[in-house]
């Protein structure tokens, strides 16, 4: 009898302790891309939020057409969270529906939330027209974005044509993205593929990356980044920065990138701030085994940055940017100078170091350009950088 009694405990116990699942078709959505189901999300998303057992949101197979939504962790009872997409969330064909919008897809203050699968299509493509055009266009929204969370895990993910930026992780902790796809025009204005910034302990691997603007891009108060076996291209490249936007900012410090191959970019890996008085800083960050497949500026620190001359003309940087690793570099550049090292007369570059770099351009080497540089080189870097 007491060992019968123990069972049924036993089994309540796991019973009370296992994940609920929610399909969002039993809140009314619809999988034919025409029927707004945002209703549907937030009332799934309602329920999940007061339940206290661990809860998986289901997705199925489709398209489910979704204004902007807000996935708000504050009020809610916690326990893991995961979202399983198998089918393709469908933003508006009208851009001005989410494009005045700051995010189309929001998790915020939310612990041990796992976004599994899915397609998310914004259908930025009109909004890119618009901008194109000269037009008078809204700014448009960011596809997905998590802000004040930690034990964040996004895996399999795919990005479509994002109005703005496709990914961006804001004031996070313990980050993971994985198998992660990121697919836009490669003429597709400020479609950054994955955005870090006030964030630490955040890693990225095995992702793709075809966009318009950076394929990652790290800013202020980023520590502890990890970027590995990543394809990045077309896009910007790679890039720490800009950096150097306000006079008062937080630094970027410990990043690697590494196993990274750069097909047709503007940039590979980059850092870049603003030319004006900042007390940012950058450091030990490392770049290492990256392939350059025809990359106009495979390695590009860039401390004179001032698009539009506007707001920074006659001016020079406070960014103090030292040990930064170049390491086994290899590839085309598309242009004659593959190491382009521009840092600031106020604060000049230190402990830069570049080995095993091999650049070439036209089937020679290429050259390289450094100011206010200083470090150590070793490998084929001519005799006028460092």
């Known amino acids: 009898m007491a060992s019968l009694l123990v069972t049924l405990v036993l089994f309540f116990f796991i019973s009370s302790c296992s994940a609920q699942s929610y399909n969002v078709l039993s809140f009314g959505a619809k999988p034919d891309g025409k029927t707004d189901a945002t209703k549907a999300f937030m009332a799934v998303w309602s329920t999940a939020c007061d339940s206290s057992r661990p809860v998986t949101i289901v997705v199925p197979k489709g398209r489910f057409l979704l204004r902007s939504v807000n996935f708000d962790g504050s009020k809610c009872k916690p326990k893991p969270v995961t979202f399983r997409i198998d089918g393709t969330l469908v933003a508006p064909a009208d851009y001005r529906v989410i494009g005045h919008e700051d995010y189309w897809i929001f998790f915020q203050h939310l612990d041990d939330v796992t976004v599994y699968g899915g397609v998310l299509d914004a259908q930025g493509t009109s909004l890119w027209d618009c901008k194109k055009s000269g037009k008078n266009c809204p700014n448009g929204a960011t596809t997905i974005g998590f802000q004040s ?83 990045c291209g077309p896009g910007h490249g790679i890039s720490i920065g800009s950096l150097g936007k306000d006079s008062v900012e937080l630094g ?17 890996v980059r850092i870049k701030s603003w030319a ?103 490998g084929f870097l001519q005799p006028d950088c460092l």
């Open 149 to 231: 969370s930690t034990n964040v895990v996004i895996s399999g993910l795919t990005s479509l044509n994002s109005q703005m930026f496709h990914v961006v992780i804001n004031g996070c902790n313990n980050v993971k993205l994985q198998g992660v796809k990121v697919l836009a025009a490669g003429d597709s204005p400020n479609t950054d593929g994955i955005h870090v910034q006030s964030s630490s302990a955040v890693s990225i691997f095995n992702t793709k990356i075809s966009t318009g603007d950076d394929c990652v891009s790290v800013g202020p108060g980023t520590n502890g980044l990890w970027i590995e076996n990543v394809a």
């Open 252 to 268: 970027v410090q410990n990043v690697t990138v590494k196993t990274v191959t750069f097909t047709g970019t503007d940039n590979g």
């Open 276 to 378: 004006r008085p900042s007390s940012g800083f950058a450091k030990n960050i490392l770049f290492q085994h990256c392939v350059m497949n025809n990359v106009e500026n495979p390695i590009v620190i860039d401390q004179n940055y001032c698009p539009h001359n506007e707001n920074c003309p006659r001016q020079v940087s406070g960014i103090k940017i030292s040990d930064v690793l170049f390491v086994d570099i290899h590839g085309t550049s598309a242009t004659e100078v593959g190491v382009k090292l521009d840092c600031s007369s106020k604060k000049p570059c230190t402990g830069i170091r570049l080995e095993d770099v091999k650049l070439t351009y036209r089937n020679k080497p290429a050259a390289s350009a450094c100011t206010h540089a200083g470090g150590i080189e070793a």
